[in-house]
């Protein structure tokens, strides 16, 4: 028997952690997607730090790691690239330090719980799996909204949380053996919402989305809408100095 959450922010990694539950931090756009890519496209593991300062500071423990992260959209002064999934495959064999406004943070809020990882659309089968591997029992998915303004409308983070609460609805082995906790409502309005509209147009008219467009990364949103497209998932696997580690899980991996 599996009991699945629902719950936003800071309050679902409180639940999380109570609970001891497995976490899923959904930050669509668009830290879950590029730290799944990173590690897709063959980064070693990831350090997730809250603070540019602290991931400034890894770089001198991980002189050969590469800086990924965002402020504003934007790299911080310093970083090699930015959030975005696109640029991942500079990646490739080497060590990550990252930090986001707001999903790496919430990562390290959850680090308390069974297990803390991060999933959206694009690596929707391998949670499936991961869930069905490690014979999950208790799940709060964690839509991410925005450090700092708890009234900011995360429309994406919802969206992308609710498709996932669905996938493991109508997966035939989850399914069977699924009861909710908090946040049946939620998913039924967003379930509706995802069947009238579609994933990508509601990515696309969700406040974030907007930000990204003032920065001229629209193709992100394109990107992070995908579904089922990448096979890593995220999992903290312990402490990272300041932040924690994160190692790909992939299908068979265990």
């Known amino acids: 028997m599996i009991r699945i959450h629902l719950a936003e922010g800071e309050e679902g990694c409180r639940l999380a952690v109570e609970r001891r539950a497995v976490a899923v931090i959904v930050d669509a756009l668009r830290a879950s997607a590029t730290a799944a890519g990173l590690l897709e496209a063959g980064a070693l593991e990831i350090c997730a730090v809250r603070e ?8 001198k423990i991980w002189p050969d790691a590469l800086l990924y992260g965002e402020r504003g959209g934007l ?34 809020s959850a680090s308390g719980a069974k297990a803390a990882l991060m999933a959206t659309t694009t690596n929707d089968t391998a949670l499936m799996d991961y869930l069905c591997a490690e014979k ?23 969206v992308a949380a609710v498709w996932l609460a669905d996938q493991c609805v109508r997966h035939q082995e989850l399914g069977a053996h699924l009861r ?14 995802i069947e009238k509209e579609g994933v990508k147009a509601l990515f696309h ?18 990107f992070c809408a995908q579904t089922g497209i990448c096979n890593a998932l995220p ?13 790909a899980w992939t299908p068979g991996s265990d």
């Open 52 to 59: 540019v300062e602290e991931a400034l500071a890894m770089k």
């Open 75 to 108: 790299p911080p002064e310093g970083f090699d690239f930015g959030n975005s999934p696109a640029e991942a495959f500079h990646a490739k064999g080497r060590r990550v330090v990252f930090t986001t406004t707001t999903g790496a943070g919430r990562l390290i």
């Open 136 to 158: 999950t029992e208790e799940l709060v998915i964690i839509p991410a909204g925005l450090a700092g303004d708890p009234d900011f409308d995360g429309q994406e983070d919802w």
């Open 180 to 193: 909710w906790g908090e946040g049946e409502e939620n998913y039924c309005y967003y379930r509706e919402r």
């Open 205 to 222: 008219s969700a406040p974030h989305a907007d930000k990204l467009r003032a920065i001229s990364m629209e193709k992100d949103i394109d």
């Open 235 to 247: 999992v903290m696997v312990g402490p990272c100095g300041s932040g924690v580690l994160l190692q």
